[in-house]
C-alpha cells in the first residue's frame, strides 16, 4: 500500500537544488502580459473572424505591429492540462505540474527571484504566487471575485488591470517607498488579462464578443506600454505576451487539443531580437499560413521556456524547480535574444541552464537511490 501512494500520490517536484544566477543584465524590469484563453489563430490569422460582417482584417493591430517590426514571435506550446494554474505556473515557475498528486505542491517562481513582482488581475491567479514569496516580495492589486461574471461584458475585467496600472504610476510621485520599488533592478510587472477566458466560455471563440475581447486586449497592451515607457523613459524594459491556454470552438479547454496547447507568444523591448527574414527550410507550416507572416521567423517554444528567457533577461536566479530551455540556448536556429547580448552572454545563460538541468538530475538520482 505505502508504494501506491510513494508512485502515485507523491511530490515529483525536487527541492534542495543549489541557486544557480545567471549573469546577465539585459533589462531593468520585464512586463509580462497573459491574455488568459487566447487562441494563437485568432491573434495572429488574417480575417480571423470572417464570420462576422465588417470584422478587421487586422484584429490586433498594434500585437500584429509588434510581430512586423520590432519583436520576435511564435507559438509556445503548453502541456495538458491546458487550465489556469498549471499554465501561469509553466510560464512563472517553468515547471509542469504533475497531474496525479493530489495537493497542489510548493514551487519557486520567477515572482520569488525578483526585486518586487507588482501583479495585477484575477485573486485566484495572483494568490498562487504571493504566498510562496517573502512578505512585501509580490505587491498584489486584484479586483473582487464576485466581479468576474460570465453575463457582462468581461473585457472590463482587462481594463480594470489598465486604470490600476496608470493609479499605480501616479501614486509613486507621493509614495518614495514605492518609487524606490518601481525604480529598482530585476523588477517584474505581472498584468494577467482574464477578459478573454470569462468571454470564451460565455460566448465560444468565434463570437463578435470574443473579437471585441481581444481588440480590447490590443488597445490595453499598447497603452500599457506608453505607461512603462513615459514612466521610465529609459529603454530598458523588456515585454513579454503570451497566453497560459488556448480556447476550444465549443468554449472548453484543459484537453490537449491543438486549439488549447497552441498559445501565442510575442516578445520585444530590452535585450529582445526584432524580426528576422524566414528561415530555410521555412519555419512556417500549414497551420501558420493564414497569419500572412511566412516572410518572418516564426520561433515556437516548450511553455516552460518562457521561465529561461525571462530569468536571462533580467539576471535573476534561476527558479529552483525550473525545467525550462533558453530558446538560444539551440544553436542551431535563431533564439529571442537581441544579437547586441553577445555570444559569450548566450554562453553564460546557456551553462547556467545546464548547471540547473544537472542540479535537479543529481538531486533527483540521490533521492531514488535512498
Excluded at 74 to 85: A, Q, Y
Excluded at 139 to 153: A, I, S
Excluded at 309 to 328: F, R
Amino acid at each position: 500500500m505505502s508504494s501506491i501512494f510513494d508512485c502515485y500520490f507523491s511530490s515529483t517536484v525536487s527541492n534542495g537544488m543549489s541557486p544557480v544566477t545567471v549573469p546577465s543584465n539585459l533589462a531593468k524590469r520585464l512586463v509580462l502580459i497573459i491574455g488568459d484563453g487566447l487562441r494563437a489563430d485568432l491573434l495572429f490569422s488574417l480575417n480571423p473572424f470572417d464570420n462576422i460582417p465588417g470584422s478587421p482584417r487586422i484584429v490586433a493591430p498594434y500585437l500584429r505591429s509588434v510581430m512586423e517590426h520590432s519583436g520576435a514571435f511564435g507559438i509556445s506550446h503548453t502541456r495538458v492540462p491546458t487550465l489556469t494554474r498549471p499554465g501561469h505556473v509553466a510560464i512563472i515557475a517553468g515547471m509542469y505540474e504533475d497531474m496525479s498528486t493530489i495537493s497542489k505542491v510548493e514551487f519557486d517562481s520567477i515572482f520569488n527571484q525578483s526585486s518586487t513582482t507588482f501583479s495585477l488581475g484575477f485573486p485566484g491567479v495572483q494568490s498562487m504566487f504571493s504566498r510562496r514569496a517573502a512578505p512585501g516580495k509580490i505587491r498584489d492589486w486584484c479586483y473582487e471575485d464576485g466581479e468576474q461574471d460570465y453575463t457582462k461584458d468581461a473585457s472590463a475585467l482587462d481594463f480594470w488591470v489598465l486604470e490600476n496600472l496608470e493609479r499605480l504610476f501616479k501614486n509613486s510621485t507621493d509614495d518614495p517607498i514605492l518609487s524606490s520599488q518601481l525604480n529598482a533592478d530585476k523588477t517584474v510587472f505581472f498584468l494577467r488579462l482574464g477578459g478573454l477566458d470569462v468571454t470564451g466560455h460565455s460566448y465560444r471563440p468565434h463570437s463578435k464578443e470574443y473579437m471585441n475581447n481581444i481588440q480590447a486586449v490590443d488597445r490595453i497592451v499598447e497603452r500599457s506600454q506608453s505607461l512603462f515607457n513615459e514612466y521610465f523613459q529609459d529603454s530598458q524594459t523588456s515585454f513579454i505576451f503570451t497566453a497560459d491556454h488556448g480556447m476550444s470552438v465549443t468554449g472548453v479547454h484543459g484537453d490537449g487539443h491543438p486549439d488549447n496547447t497552441r498559445t501565442p507568444l510575442i516578445a520585444w523591448g530590452a535585450g529582445i531580437r526584432g524580426p528576422l527574414p524566414d528561415s530555410s527550410p521555412s519555419s512556417h507550416d500549414e497551420y501558420s499560413q493564414p497569419w500572412g507572416l511566412n516572410h518572418l521567423l516564426r520561433r515556437d517554444i516548450e511553455q516552460a521556456d518562457i521561465t529561461a528567457l525571462m530569468a536571462t533577461l533580467l539576471g535573476l536566479q534561476w527558479p529552483a524547480h525550473s525545467v525550462g530551455i533558453l530558446p538560444d540556448a539551440d544553436s542551431s536556429r535563431p533564439g529571442y535574444l537581441a544579437l547586441s547580448a553577445g555570444e559569450e552572454t548566450v554562453a553564460r545563460a546557456s551553462l547556467t541552464n545546464a548547471n540547473v538541468g544537472s542540479s535537479t538530475y543529481l538531486e533527483e538520482s540521490e533521492l531514488i537511490e535512498e
